[in-house]
């Protein structure tokens, strides 16, 4: 399918030691930014893969990564999806406009907490290391996993979101039904700062960032409430990134926290609900696993990289081979953040189209568990992206042409931990 294929024996030395350099480059003391300029404070989920790729050659650092962004925790058990741990100006939205009160300046929203799978992987790297730092973390790690399925479940028992940064997918093509809904009037002046470090047309759309930034301001004027939020906020979507990723930490922190003789009460149960409310994401038309507007029920019929997080959840999802299996045939560089042959696909723009080294990851190790041959292959195609174009941000699908940012965190860990390792 590729026109040169590297060898499969490739020595990729230079690359693990440019990874690492990223990893340290990106330091900032306790906690590691996605990248210079554009992200310049400690992102919820990024930091999780930071984590995992310092565990590759540090894992005293890499424990210390998760127990920074725990101490960003809400008295909720919510932990934010930034943390802004020093002012910086080249930002926005940043710590005033969100107008939060937690331990330390953050968002008012989360993100996919993966942070609590990748914990018990750095314990089982060191038991005995890692023993006292995990027992630390597990209950604050378990009320986290509590506040998602207290605050962000819906009828129906699926995880949604009230903002598309909740999800980490900002603007994937999930959320635009109920984005269509927010006429957002009044928003006021802003100035955008991404567009200043990225091209425009690799960004979201102005029509989307208004909608971004009056869902923050929404929020703020709704105190961040978690009731409150629960019922005025427009825009609630049940979304298979958060769904599965939950669905997976709760099962490793489970089975950690029984190995290591802490108190699992009422886990069972949680994971039993999880289980069956992912079958609320099901999506008999398409047949596949999509996400829904939960003010309408309106699916958003599209097959993205969040949909093939069902294995990484521990689901036997046999359908979802054939469908990983049409998307690979028609991307050669790693699974889409958006089928191809979708019409609303955009090969450069962000979550309509690029692939992620991050969620091909998730995708790729969660379909091997299951027995699904295809995760092998990507693994591979990550490899052969990564290897080719850089530690960027994210790629082009069909060319595999490097976009968005440079020197990327969670690529750059996702080499080391995954892509990047032999076969
Ligand atoms: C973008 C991505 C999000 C990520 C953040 C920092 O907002 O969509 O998933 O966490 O950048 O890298």
Redesign the pocket.
Known sequence: MMTETLAADADFSDRDAAARAILTGNDRGGYTV?TAGL?PYQ?N??SAFASLGFAQFDLERAWREIETLFSGQWESGQVPHILFHKPDPGYFPGPDVWGCTGPIPSSGIT?PPVALSFATRLLAADPALGAARFAALYPKMRKWAEWFLRWRRDEKGAIFVVHP?ES???NAPDWDNAMDAIDPQGVGYYERRDTQHVDASMRPTKYDYDRYIWLVQRGKALEWDDARLAQDNPFRVADPTMHFILLRALRDLYAAGEAQGLDTAGMAEQLAELEAGAQALWNPGMGFYDSYNCANGIWSNALTNASFLCWFAGLDAPEMAQHLSRVLDAAPYGVPSLAPFDPRFDARR??RGPTWGMMNMMIGEGASERGVALGEEVRKRTREVIARYGFV?YFDPMTGAAAGGKAFT?TAAVWLAWAGKEG
């Open positions: 996605p992200y992102w989920w990024d993100q940064w980490g997918r900002d962000y979550w941000e969670w």
